[in-house]
């Protein structure tokens, strides 16, 4: 949301508590709407510190997502890539790392190797592998996803800046 976009994640989070509450009521605990926003939540949970919590949420909304739409559906994989996400913020890199090789080769085959789903997903990739201290490999991986990137969304997105900080990108 623009409200995580501007760093005030603790607003972000309410909003997106909101929103999945609404969808809840109206649609129900498992449609797709509600999962994503249970994704959201689980982003902003990891970004704000509370990492048992972002980790749970994003173990049960990645389940639940693909019972509902399947292995390989965009949300389905946007929710792999949350969980891998609160993976490496919680220390496991080599969990993070086989579910973001994992994502990589099913939103290629699905969805295209210039799809954004899978360039963002390489992206966590080069930075985990950095954090894996396989340096060659990352800096590799960043300078083609971020030439991608940066020729998709343009220079100024805050997805392009984020990799070019090293930083995760939910």
Request: aromatic share 4%; hydrophobic share 40%; net charge negative.
């Amino acid at each position: 949301s623009d409200h995580a976009a501007a760093g005030a994640l603790a607003q972000a989070l309410e909003l997106a508590g909101e929103v999945r509450a609404e969808y809840q009521a109206r649609l129900g605990r498992s449609h797709p709407h509600t999962l994503v926003a249970s994704s959201s939540i689980a982003s902003y949970l990891r970004r704000t510190g509370r990492l048992d919590e972002a980790r749970q949420l994003a173990g049960e909304t990645q389940p639940a997502m693909q019972d509902r739409l399947g292995d390989s559906h965009p949300f389905t994989l946007a929710c792999w890539i949350g969980l891998a996400n609160c993976l490496a913020s919680s220390g496991d890199l080599a969990a993070c790392a086989s579910i973001e090789r994992d994502v990589i080769a099913r939103a290629s085959e699905v969805l295209g190797a210039g799809h954004p789903c899978t360039l963002l997903c390489q992206a966590n990739y080069a930075v985990t592998s950095a954090q894996q201290r396989d340096e060659p490999q990352a800096q590799e991986l960043r300078d083609q996803v971020l030439g991608d990137l940066t020729g998709s969304l343009g220079g100024a997105h805050p997805h392009v800046a984020a990799l070019q900080d090293w930083q995760r990108i939910d």
